[in-house]
């Protein structure tokens, strides 16, 4: 179409009243601008086929199974024994032996519950009476406690083992209330101690445990407050 119009315009623009000059510039100029139309639509490229940006090229098949998420025990309870010796202020130094149940709150604070059993003795006041009598009707009577006491891992660690084991340890601080039943008497406790927890896995612990045993007696005829030292060891099971 623009070709055909340039065509039918050179021989009206030679055909015009212009000197001879001006008739061929008209046509060199038609000319030109018909061969620069004619090679710009040559070399026009065609239009490119567009494909959409969220075209997926490959769709992947796979086969969807049911995954079954394992459960993990958290072993946050703690279920153990103890062993170990009982100094009773004024009347001796004994075995004691217990059980122990505690619950770990957070990776630095646990309760505690404990239960155990030991001795006390005269045999110091039926020495010195010459053996007439003592303070109790027996020479050796039971005391027994439980209390629940607040723990909080104050430096945790580790061990080593020789050169390839390292095993978690854990410096705690304890104090709680509870109840001591000694001879016929029963007083209300207050202990307070330290002790040290190596974890030989992660479902077992060494534990050795400080505490003292505050609470008041009236054997003497005068009721005062006894300190009484406990010192024991013993393992741990986590479940």
């Not at 090229?57 to 969807?64: A, E, K, S």
């Not at 854990?170 to 927890?197: E, M, P």
Request: charged letters at 20%; hydrophobic letters at 40%; a positive charge.
């Amino acid at each position: 179409g623009t070709q055909e119009a340039m065509r039918r315009l050179i021989p009206q623009l030679e055909s015009r009243p212009f000197g001879a000059g001006a008739r061929r510039f008209a046509s060199a100029l038609g000319l030109a601008l018909m061969c620069g139309m004619a090679l710009a639509q040559t070399a026009a490229p065609a239009p490119a086929a567009t494909q959409p940006v969220n075209e997926q090229v490959i769709v992947p098949q796979v086969d969807r199974r049911d995954v079954k998420v394992p459960r993990f025990p958290s072993k946050d309870f703690e279920l153990g024994v103890l062993g170990g010796t009982y100094a009773t202020q004024n009347f001796g130094t004994h075995v004691v032996a217990g059980v122990r149940l505690g619950y770990h709150i957070t990776e630095d604070f646990f309760v505690e519950s404990v239960y155990a059993r030991t001795k006390a003795d005269d045999k110091v006041y039926r020495r010195l009476s010459g053996g007439v009598g003592g303070v109790f009707n027996t020479e050796t009577v039971d005391v027994n406690y439980y209390n629940i006491s607040v723990g909080f891992n104050a430096l945790p660690g580790e061990v080593f083992l020789g050169r390839r084991f390292a095993k978690p340890t854990a410096l705690y601080l304890i104090a709680g209330v509870g109840s001591t039943k000694f001879d016929v008497q029963r007083r209300q406790t207050v202990n307070f101690g330290w002790g040290v927890r190596l974890m030989l896995a992660d479902w077992a612990a060494v534990q050795v445990d400080m505490r003292d045993h505050v609470y008041s007696l009236d054997l003497l005829g005068k009721r005062e407050s006894t300190h009484n030292l406990e010192m024991s060891t013993g393992l741990t099971l986590f479940f």
